[in-house]
């Protein structure tokens, strides 16, 4: 391999290592609120997942990388506080589905807006100039997630 070649090799992961670094630093920051949401971390995950819609069980396990027993546990707590509620699918009687409740909306949404005004207050922070640039790289980023060919 040419120097070059290796050498924009290691900055690009150098760079991979930054971003991630800082992602899940400012991630952690901002969830820092979550608590006064009166929802754990795995539940306002969860609840995150249900957002697109009623999931089966075994698919809420599969999207927060769980097994079967753990996500039941966690279902069956959140339906007790009225997070979730369970139904019965209309095509296949045997399947059971899970949704969020208007509470779970409620409670997703006040752990979404509580980690935005953190961010926001940091963002606040900025000269003019980073605040552009700092536009500039959540573009970048927005099209790294929408084109997977990136």
Do not use: F, Y
Request: aromatic share 0%; glycine share 8%; proline share 4%.
């Amino acid at each position: 391999m040419a120097k070059s070649a290796r050498a924009t090799e290691l900055r690009e992961r150098a760079l991979a290592d930054r971003l991630h670094s800082a992602a899940i630093h400012l991630l952690r920051r901002a969830r820092r609120g979550d608590p006064l949401t009166g929802a754990t971390p795995a539940q306002l995950s969860a609840l995150s997942v249900l957002m697109s819609g009623p999931k089966t069980l075994g698919d809420l396990a599969a999207a927060e990388q769980v097994r079967a027993p753990t996500i039941s546990r966690l279902a069956a707590e959140m339906e007790r506080i009225g997070l979730i509620r369970r139904r019965d699918d209309p095509d296949d009687g045997r399947v059971v589905r899970v949704e969020m409740t208007a509470k779970g909306k409620r409670t997703l949404g006040r752990g979404r807006d509580l980690r935005i005004a953190e961010i926001e207050r940091r963002v606040r922070r900025l000269d003019p100039r980073e605040m552009t640039l700092l536009a500039e790289a959540v573009g970048i980023v927005e099209g790294m997630l929408r084109d997977e060919r990136r």
